[in-house]
């Protein structure tokens, strides 16, 4: 008899507490489902996207939750429904977002990692997936330059959360009275990024209680790279109005021109006036595994912490995001999360508990995340991935506005052409990009290059539908 | 011709590119591993654990990365290694954490979002998902009491954040100018828990600069649950030293005991004194779906705000805890954490906005987390869901501690008693519980019901498996 004999009364339908026959075919009808759904998504001749306005979609179909269980039947029905509204992120014409593509590897692990289904905060209930974290971390701090792969790192739900912690543990190690006593214990903190870096420096800053104002945007050339002098002139007027600077986040891969710091510099300036430098890697932290492109991050080896999604360029599934630490004082990490909660971290386990990480963490219950980059590591040659010009932003002139004199109206009117087409775009379903405006620059096309499965056929063929969607505008 | 041709120099080993008959035979050698290791792992007959201690494991298997590229072969080896040494969380007799168990709807779930592969952060890449999300807290929020289920919310990457993000929105209704200009704008904040709570209201407070020490936690009554007296009195005091009271956390569920505060009562306070009221129910959350143990929630339709994790209670896979919030101001949660970066959350796309989520978030990208939850709904009666003493702490007294007359010397040993046998319990594999010591309390063992595979049988086996590893000490 079950404990919980009424927890499942539609249990007859829905074994669900064994593994007996029925539910491994109900598990092998789900895989062919998926597994068709994967041939599909690979396949030019089918559309990226299915789309509908959400009003649409939800009208669709019944995605309502009612008293009723459903039958085993209704729920694979559920799946279709479910996957084929979905956008098949995996088509070799989806270039929307920096992570695109589907990898194969990682995929398998992430089904063993769901079926593995435990939690990171203790070796107790993850022993495997703790040590190749530990394992994973090691490396890539190798990787970095750090020696010996010395240090300390976690993986964390995405780059907002990496950057936070590395504000966060900038903070600390200035002020470790802040953990008790709060902001009102230490002077006015200001952080530093350039104009061009990732929004979550400023989220970070807001949550953490230091103020988006607090983070400065320092200048950047035309390229997108912040420019150092600007940022020695910016620490120096903070400084004489009686602010202590303790955060700088360069950045490795601007989200929008795909731009790098130039880290040397920058990380002479933070070593002169005693500041945490920050590298904000997480779309071009991968370029470290690229024998040809690494210069690009050559000083990294100088932060004091890295955030890096091998998410991204590394095509590892969502979600993957590394913080690395160069701890010069040790256990820095440990000590500033910690809270000793004692039905978790117990001193008098009998193992070495220096692999119960959670306590470092800011979350308590924390996804297995490291096995799907695990994995795909032992299976692929990172080290020769060569991408080039991954970020490629541009305008597309329709006919119609090619000669039109009026600089203001001819503006005016490309704004609209990238938001048109792109609507058009996903109505016919037939590829995705993205678009966005820069400074007083107008609506531009945002074409990242990082889905494995593109051929050059087909950037030909989003050249040649935005010329076809956009001919008439 | 690809454009990454070199990025997978092993290609010839793992296409990994399209779904070719190559990779679905490998993708289907991995689930035919995966589904032979649920069956093993719901058989009793088999360990819960093969045990081995950190440096010991990291020997006994090759774990390390390397630049050569393995063979599929040896990525399905690596797989059978990792899934052996990994604990089984959905064995019967595993009962170490609030989270155990596998239920098969939530892990076919979350294998179908593993291939979709997107992010919640735009409607725009997770059309399907994001309505999900929208369907499911709207019916979890008309599960609390709210009026039409009206609010907003937000499934985060475990309690800890959602209780991050409830204090956050205090924080910001109370002091909006707090963003921009930092804790340094406002007066000395503090917030109240029961000393029973979550360690994760001290971390939150850590984090957004409050501090530790502005945490006061109230005593708990001998089952755990919070003294609203004692609240009171503690406000009252906290006011006359001109601090701002501004946030009271009660829980539903505490880690421990298992016990409920008493939230009318503490609803009360917090409506006399102006203060936001968060309910975390990350353990308790889930007996709103009971029709028999919902009253001990009474009251929670009054709270500002609620985290509750199914990923607990109601055995859906790691990770899925939601916040939600009853939103007096309309766009709170948008407007405390919105950075409109203009690359993700475009004004002038052809689509209704609202159903662009990602800005109310302190991530960026954010996992989807929400399907395994919305179909193990549509599979299942929750509401008959009826647990009884999910908590139970005791102690065993081995029988040569049972005649120690000196109460110092008594306790001294019987402290030592349950980590000794879970260390042996480990060893064995046979079965898992946790313990912990709590305020003058020794060492006790906590057992938590909340594995649905669990049977009466079973919890017998445990207890008899204490007396079996115990009868020596």
């Keep these: 008899m079950t404990l919980h004999s009424s927890v499942y009364s539609s249990s007859d339908l829905l074994p669900a507490l064994d593994g007996d026959l029925k539910t491994l ?47 085993l039947d209704d729920i694979l029905i559920s799946c279709r429904a479910t996957l084929k509204y979905a956008i098949k992120t995996a088509h070799p014409r989806y ?11 990682g995929l398998a692990a992430d089904w063993l990692t769901s079926t593995a289904n435990t939690n990171m905060f203790t070796y107790e209930v993850a022993p495997v997936f703790v040590l190749l974290e530990y394992v994973t971390l090691k490396k890539m701090r190798e990787i970095i330059g750090w020696e010996n792969g010395r240090g300390d790192g976690i993986f964390s739900p995405g780059g907002a959360i990496s950057n936070m912690y590395a504000m966060l543990l900038a903070r600390y190690k200035m002020f470790p009275e802040v953990k008790e006593k709060g902001m009102s214990s230490v002077p006015k903190l200001v952080a530093f ?30 390229r997108g790279k912040m420019i150092p002098s600007d940022l020695e002139r910016r620490i120096v007027e903070a400084k004489q109005k009686g602010y202590v600077p303790f955060f700088v986040s360069a950045t490795a891969g601007t989200t929008v021109y795909g731009a790098f710091d130039p880290l040397i510099a920058i990380s002479d300036i933070c070593k002169k006036y005693g500041i945490w430098m920050h590298v904000d890697g997480a779309w071009g932290g991968s370029l470290l595994m690229s024998r040809k492109h690494r210069w690009k991050l050559n000083g990294v080896e100088r932060a004091n912490s890295m955030t890096w999604n091998p998410h991204k360029m590394m095509a590892v599934p969502l979600q993957c ?29 009998h ?13 308590c219950g924390r996804h297995v995340d490291i096995f799907k980059l695990w994995l795909m590591w032992r299976a692929k040659v990172w080290r020769v991935f060569t991408p080039q010009h991954t970020n490629v932003c541009f305008w597309y002139l329709p006919p119609g506005l090619r000669y039109v004199e009026d600089k203001v109206e001819k503006m005016k009117r490309l704004h609209k052409v990238a938001p048109t087409i792109k609507a058009r775009m996903m109505e016919y379903g037939t590829t995705m990009v993205s678009y966005q405006p820069q400074g007083d620059k107008v609506n531009f096309f945002r074409m990242v290059i990082s889905n494995p499965a593109a051929t050059f056929e087909d950037i030909d063929f989003l050249i040649e539908e935005i010329e076809r969607l956009g001919q008439d505008l």
Tied chains: 1, 2.
């Design 95 to 105: 270039f929307n977002q920096l992570s695109t593509g589907l990898d194969m590897v």
């Design 321 to 349: 995001s590394a913080l690395l630490v160069r701890e010069e004082v040790s256990g820095l990490m440990q000590s500033c999360n910690q809270m000793h909660a004692c039905y978790l971290f117990q001193q008098d386990k």
């Design 351 to 363: 193992y070495d508990l220096s692999y119960d990480t959670g306590d470092k963490a800011l979350q």
């Design 193 to 222: 990024t350039s104009e061009h870096s990732h929004f979550s420096i400023k989220k970070g800053a807001a949550a953490l209680g230091i103020g988006t104002e607090s983070v400065i945007c320092i200048k950047a050339d035309e």
């Design 25 to 71: 075919n109900f598990l092998q009808e789900v895989v062919d489902i998926l597994l068709a759904y994967i041939v599909e998504s690979f396949d030019r001749s089918t559309k990226v996207i299915d789309f509908h306005y959400p009003n649409e979609l939800l009208q669709r179909n019944n995605w309502e939750l009612s008293d009723e269980p459903e039958t």
